[in-house]
């Protein structure tokens, strides 16, 4: 890097003078098809129910979602992330109901890519929703949660996703090696044009309180938390490590998850690997931000946007975030 000459030869205020020449030399952009739209499905029809602890989210039954997809379209957004709350009555130890190829996902899946065919349709593969104790994989009998085993039972989920029409499967489990497994069989099942967006570094984290609320797994999960799979907080060259897996087992894209709170770790993502990097701006940070403005502490469509900028600033291709149709509608006036 060269070194400016020292004031008064060098003002880097004259750049800031005036929005024309601010909007000339910005270096990061945000436009509506950055974003990946996350919402929660309920089965039924004309269900509508508020997440507490998201305002501004709902869970919807899918002749409700159907708006809401055509709003995405209209506004640009290019994909829809499905995330199912599963009726209690169906969730087993072992979360077979994920594999259900006329369960909820599967239904709501062709039904948008019916009603949408240009609209990108995202699953998460992970148990969590359909399992009794809400954890991401399966038991042993010391409440250890299986690898392998598991990793068999993601793989069905997937190709179930796949078999009805998904764009895109996004396994965010964190079981060793299930990107592999997943690619594998959707190759050999002849599903070759299915994407895979791994959720590759994966964080413990307790900003998804607000999430296992929303799709219903906290009671399941108790007091459990999830950091005998998920990673340390404490960790960055394990995510490098992370993602070098995923990439290696057949991933076209990787994520880092959280979002706001490990831009550092994107920033080392991309600068490593060069490949399509997402974060997710999780339930917790949309939380803390809607909280915060709802108080009239923060201004809602100010942080939003800067919270959003701050995502490509450190090196997200897109961000998967609650605040995707807000947004959007800003960017487009
Ligand atoms: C579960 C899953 C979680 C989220 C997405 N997929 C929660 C968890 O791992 O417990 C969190 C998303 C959010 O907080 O917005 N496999």
């Known amino acids: 890097m060269h070194t400016p000459a020292p004031?008064?030869?060098s003002r880097p205020r004259r750049l800031r003078r005036d929005a024309f020449t601010r909007d000339l030399v910005r270096e990061h952009r945000l436009s509506p098809a950055d974003f990946i739209y996350p919402v929660f499905v309920l089965d039924g029809a004309d269900r509508?129910?508020?997440?507490?602890?998201m305002p501004g989210v709902e869970r919807l039954s899918l002749d409700l979602l159907l708006p809401?997809?055509?709003d995405c379209v209209k506004l640009g957004i290019p994909y829809m992330a499905l995330f199912p709350v599963i009726d209690q009555s169906l969730k087993t130890p072992d979360g077979q109901e994920a594999s259900n190829p006329d369960g909820l996902v599967p239904r709501v899946v062709r039904a948008l890519k019916k009603e949408f065919p240009g609209l990108g349709v995202m699953t998460d593969v992970a148990l969590d929703p359909y399992t009794s104790h809400g954890q991401d994989g399966v038991l042993d009998e010391h409440n250890y949660i299986l690898n392998d085993p598991t990793v068999k039972i993601l793989v069905q989920q997937a190709l179930t996703q796949a078999a009805a029409g998904v764009d895109m499967v996004a396994p965010s489990d964190m079981m060793d090696g299930r990107i592999g497994a997943i690619r594998q069989a959707?190759?050999?099942?002849?599903?070759?044009?299915t994407r895979i967006m791994a959720?590759?570094?994966k964080y413990a984290s307790a900003f998804y309180g607000p999430f296992r609320d929303a799709v219903g797994s906290a009671a399941n999960l108790g007091k459990a938390d999830k950091k005998v799979y998920q990673m340390d907080p404490g960790n960055s060259d394990e995510a490098l490590r992370e993602v070098a897996l995923d990439i290696a087992e057949g991933s076209d894209m990787v994520m880092v998850k959280p979002g706001m709170p490990y831009l550092d770790i994107v920033r080392r993502v991309k600068d490593e690997f060069h490949m399509p990097t997402f974060a997710y701006q999780v339930s917790g940070e949309y939380a803390m931000l809607k909280a915060a403005a709802q108080n009239g502490w923060l201004d809602h469509d100010a942080v939003m946007m800067e919270s959003l900028m701050a995502f490509k600033r450190a090196g997200c291709d897109g961000i998967l975030t609650y605040f995707a149709r807000d947004a959007a509608r800003l960017l487009r006036g």
Not at 48 to 53: A, L, P
Not at 186 to 193: I, K, P, S
């Open 199 to 201: 959720y590759s570094a």
């Open 48 to 53: 509508r129910e508020v997440v507490k602890s």
């Open 186 to 193: 959707l190759e050999a099942a002849g599903h070759v044009h």
């Open 68 to 70: 809401v997809a055509e």
């Open 7 to 9: 004031y008064p030869h």
